[in-house]
């Protein structure tokens, strides 16, 4: 069964460094997304992502966030400068994009540590 | 604003006993709706979902779950859970105004005693 992967599944890194987390979706998927979960928080929505664009993204996404389709296959986020609280388990996921009921699946997450 | 509560952050339950975990949804219309599982270390794993049809829905590892409309719920249940369903339960929702982005619950902690 198709599956969405991520690399690294564990990222250390200082503060005010960039970091770039690797994510390669389903690959007949058409809409990609980045969610974040703060150690014991709930899960959030970070941006979408559809067509080459950026189609929706929250108030966490600042302009030290970026998202890119670099080829046909992977999905990065981009940390420009990693601040403490951007330590967090980094969740890519990828729908299919035939209708608003098909299913966003998930990787196993990027678990990024700010030192 | 939509938003997603899950009441209990914690519950633990004897093995073989059943289980229900609860979800209460804030939103004008009917969402869409998950349930997603997260293992200790490991990745978010849809157990099922509700769109539209019939209210109980039927999911992976033998839970089920009951869209209740007028309670605004979508509580998940197991009648008898295994020692490697401890994990945490998350519920979501998917509505138009959120542009199809998950709005996720807190999560509940589900822990087994042997």
């Known amino acids: 069964e198709p599956e969405v992967t991520q690399t690294p599944s564990h990222q250390v890194t200082q503060m005010g460094q960039e970091v770039i987390l690797r994510c390669v979706p389903i690959?007949?998927?058409?809409?990609f997304y980045w969610y974040r979960q703060i150690l014991g928080q709930k899960v959030e929505f970070l941006v979408s992502f559809y067509n080459n664009e950026i189609s929706e993204k929250s108030e966490i996404f600042d302009d030290q966030f970026s998202v890119e389709r670099p080829d046909g296959s992977n999905f990065t986020l981009k940390i420009r400068s990693t601040k403490l609280e951007d330590s967090a388990m980094y969740f890519c996921?990828?729908?299919?994009?035939?209708?608003?009921?098909?299913?966003?699946?998930f990787g196993p997450g990027t678990r990024l540590t700010v030192l | 604003a939509q938003s997603v509560t899950q009441p209990d952050i914690h519950i633990t339950v004897s093995e073989g006993a059943s289980l229900e975990l609860r979800c209460n949804y804030s939103?004008?219309?009917?969402?869409?709706l998950f349930w997603y599982v997260q293992s200790p270390g490991q990745g978010l794993q849809l157990l099922l979902k509700?769109?539209?049809?019939d209210t109980l829905v039927q999911g992976i590892k033998g839970f089920e779950a009951e869209f209740k409309r007028s309670q605004s719920s979508f509580n998940l249940r197991k009648p008898s859970v295994h020692w490697s369903d401890a994990a945490e339960y998350f519920c979501?929702?998917?509505?138009?105004?959120?542009?199809?982005?998950?709005?996720w619950g807190a999560g509940t902690k589900l822990i087994i005693k042997p």
């Open positions: 690959s007949n998927h058409l809409y």
């Open positions: 996921a990828s729908r299919r994009g035939t209708g608003n009921t098909d299913t966003q699946y």
């Open positions: 979501a929702v998917v509505t138009m105004d959120s542009n199809y982005q998950l709005i």
């Open positions: 509700y769109f539209s049809g």
């Open positions: 939103y004008g219309a009917t969402p869409y």
